[in-house]
């Protein structure tokens, strides 16, 4: 049974940046995708970024490319998500979930098995 733990979120001011982490409690030899999705207060939950088991392909929201960065670090089994140019609208929790079934992708966030907690991110001056 995978775990998974967020931290990194909190309050910033528009324009600025947050680096979200999420520590894996284990990364297996077997092909799995590992995403980021939020959802904000009365909205669906919509998927932000995701990245492969060999870290070599990276997927975006249209909402965030070019100001969001996702990479792994296998040496510490911690995937991040780097933010950069945050806007009011990103304000959401976040949430890190790996998918073990062969799908590599966004669109459909009940194809990751494993979920952590969630961080909050809040976007305000």
């Known amino acids: 049974q995978l775990q998974l733990v967020e931290s990194g979120g909190g309050l910033v001011q528009p324009g600025g940046s947050l680096r979200l982490s999420c520590v894996v409690s284990e990364f297996t030899p077997d092909y799995y995708t590992i995403g980021w999705f939020r959802q904000a207060p009365g909205k669906e939950r919509e998927g932000v970024s995701c990245i492969s088991s060999s870290g070599r392909t990276t997927n975006y929201a249209a909402t965030v490319k070019g100001r969001f960065t996702i990479s792994k670090d296998n040496t510490k089994n911690t995937v991040y998500l780097q933010m950069n140019g945050l806007k009011p609208e990103d304000t959401a929790i976040y949430y890190c979930?790996?998918?073990?079934?062969?799908?590599?992708?966004?669109?459909?966030?009940?194809?990751?098995?494993?979920w952590g907690q969630g961080t909050q991110v809040t976007v305000s001056s």
């Open positions: 979930a790996v998918s073990t079934k062969n799908y590599f992708g966004l669109e459909f966030s009940s194809a990751y098995n494993y």
